[in-house]
């Protein structure tokens, strides 16, 4: 009897406990005096662990696919090291001096948005009714708040209306026309959509789309269905970030003009919270690039942090285990770029190339194209 009365003061103790306000963890003030909380989601009430020297910096990708040293030539291939290593230090000046993991995010994203190089912003890939149909979203992951959009014709750089729906609105995610009037009403550049196309992408899609007439050709003649795999060239270049601030704060980005030749309203896993893009300081940031479809079948971002916060796998383990094991057996092709809340970062790639760099707090960048290097 005296037993049971025990346990249960005990049980009770425990639910007091469990019940009874939490200690805050940091988190970055606000930056913009707009800011929503969203329904839901108290600021405080995302924390984890927070290491007492947090070891900042940023990792970012530039698209994951079937590029080998052969098939870029050498002067390209300095091309995207410069560019990565511009965006790094976008990145890194904001961390140095003290800003927001979501202001770093957003600036190394800017720079590879405005950079035609990339599959994101100019330069982004073409639909195949020739539109310009961009794709973004960003997460904060010291309160869990994220912003998304899709579907976008003339948003010169879809990160920061992605940002501002986070920051500015109560929902997460919007897209097509809508996304663009909430664009005009907050101030967000905008531009003619023929801004985004440049010669080569022009070139890429009047050759492809002789190739699928051909092929949709050869495919009526032989009476089969409509199903082919989707060519490594149309995969590249979508563009991330994720980065950990000097408090501690973790967040994540993607942005992306999707897959070249993608059908009318098609929307990859980059503003799929959860599959491209996730950011929580309990676990990790990150960003994807590859066959979308594949990304949010697999929640493949959510998946990672979810491996660590309830499965305790450090962080690489946690994302070799979803993009070098079960994507793989699905063959769904591309990488991810990860941080934790202790620095730890990972850069798992199925593909044979994945433009990616890093920069810590000795704002040393360093960048790499192809398997094997660092
Ligand atoms: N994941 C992007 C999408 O499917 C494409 C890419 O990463 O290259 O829209």
Redesign the pocket.
């Known amino acids: 009897m005296i037993r049971i009365a025990r346990r249960t003061c005990l049980a009770a103790a425990l639910a007091l406990a469990a019940c009874a306000p939490q200690p805050a963890p940091e988190s970055a003030p606000p930056s913009q005096p707009a800011r929503v909380t969203p329904v839901g989601v108290r600021p405080t009430d995302i924390g984890g662990n927070l290491p007492a020297e947090p070891r900042w910096g940023m990792v970012i990708h530039g698209?994951a696919g079937a590029m080998t040293p052969q098939s870029i030539p050498p002067e390209r291939q300095a091309e995207y090291q410069a560019a990565l290593t511009q965006a790094l230090m976008a990145g890194h000046a904001v961390l140095a001096r003290g800003g927001s993991s979501l202001d770093a995010v957003e600036a190394a994203i800017n720079v590879m948005e405005d950079n035609p190089l990339f599959?994101a912003g100019r330069g982004a890939v073409i639909t195949a009714d020739g539109r310009i149909e961009l794709?973004a979203a960003i997460m904060d992951g010291a309160t869990l708040q994220a912003g998304a959009v899709a579907g976008l014709h003339t948003v010169r750089n879809p990160i920061d209306l992605a940002r501002a729906v986070m920051e500015r609105s109560p929902h997460v995610m919007m897209i097509g026309e809508g996304a663009e009037t909430f664009a005009r009403q907050n101030g967000i550049a905008m531009v003619e959509e023929s801004y985004f196309w440049t010669p080569n992408r022009r070139t890429q899609w009047e050759r492809m789309r002789m190739q699928d007439s051909l092929r949709a050709d050869s495919v009526r003649r032989a009476g089969q269905g409509a199903g082919y795999s989707v060519p490594d060239e149309r995969?590249?270049?979508?563009v991330g970030a994720v980065a950990l601030d000097q408090r501690g704060n973790l967040a994540a980005g993607t942005s992306?003009g999707?897959?070249m030749m993608k059908r009318f309203g098609r929307v990859?896993?980059?503003p799929i919270i959860g599959a491209?893009t996730y950011a929580n300081n309990r676990s990790c940031a990150v960003s994807?690039?590859?066959?979308?479809e594949f990304?949010i079948r697999n929640t493949v971002a959510h998946s990672i942090c979810a491996l660590m916060e309830y499965g305790g796998l450090p962080l690489q383990a946690a994302a070799d285990s979803i993009v070098m094991r079960q994507l793989v057996t699905q063959r769904g092709e591309?990488g991810i770029i990860a941080m934790d809340r202790q620095g730890n970062v990972a850069m798992p790639f199925n593909s044979t190339g994945m433009f990616r760099g890093r920069v810590g707090a000795d704002g040393r960048p360093v960048v790499g194209i192809f398997r094997g290097e660092p």
């Not at 995969?235 to 979508?238: H, L, M, S």
């Not at 994807?288 to 979308?292: E, L, M, N, Q, V």
């Open positions: 698209g599959n794709d995969k590249w270049g979508t992306t999707g897959m990859g896993d980059v491209g994807a690039t590859g066959h979308g990304f591309g």
